[in-house]
């Protein structure tokens, strides 16, 4: 069973010590990342590669569509693990234009739990419907869509208590917004980046 797996594995250990003999032993050593990425679940979007960055450099937490939501402890406890225990410089919520997640929010179909995780995005749907409808094919409004979730990740992160604590004790600690091409393969930086409390409310 997987035995593909197994052997790709090895061979990528493998290769991983002939070009740094010293690469295994250092990650045995405590993690020490400066950023935290809150993205999607999706196959094609893999955290450490988009960045280069490797093992021990990014501290990751996916899920359906990149969410943020305040109710949900497995990213709460990501989120204060990271904030105060790793004290991450950096947290970037990063979506990717084209994300099945968004999609599916928003076509009507009905597919279970999921429907009930990805009830905010209908929310942003319902919010910004004018200007959605106002954009010109359905990929364009899809697209914008997984943008202003991006940005409503970005605030329910920015407004979080671990968060606004860690700014309160002067603790260097910016959110960022970016989406993913799997077109080209860039990140598109959306501008929101929030470094302070004052910052939140210019968000949507």
């Known amino acids: 069973m997987l035995d593909h797996l197994k052997s790709n594995n090895r061979a990528w250990a493998t290769r991983k010590v002939a070009a740094d003999p010293g690469f295994f032993k250092r990650l045995e050593g405590q993690q020490a990342p400066e950023y935290l990425w809150i993205g999607c679940s999706d196959s ?5 590669e988009i960045v280069d960055l490797d093992p021990g450099e990014l501290f990751v937490h996916r899920n359906v569509a990149n969410l943020a939501p305040p109710q949900d402890a497995n990213y709460l406890s990501v989120l204060q693990f990271a904030v105060d225990v790793l004290k991450v410089k950096h947290i970037m919520v990063v979506g990717h234009y ?60 920015a407004s979080d208590v671990f968060v606004q604590d860690a700014w309160a004790r002067d603790q260097t600690l910016s959110v960022h917004g970016w989406v993913y091409s799997l077109h080209n393969g860039l990140v598109n930086d959306l501008g929101v980046t929030t470094s302070r409390l004052e910052e939140v409310d210019r968000l949507i």
């Open 98 to 157: 084209g994300c099945g997640g968004v999609r599916a929010a928003v076509d009507g179909q009905r597919r279970g739990l999921v429907d009930h995780w990805l009830h905010p995005i209908r929310e942003i749907q319902h919010q910004y419907r004018a200007e959605l409808d106002a954009l010109p094919d359905e990929r364009a409004r899809l697209d914008r869509l997984c943008e202003l979730n991006v940005i409503r990740q970005v605030r329910n992160v």
């Open 44 to 48: 094609r979007v893999p955290a450490n």
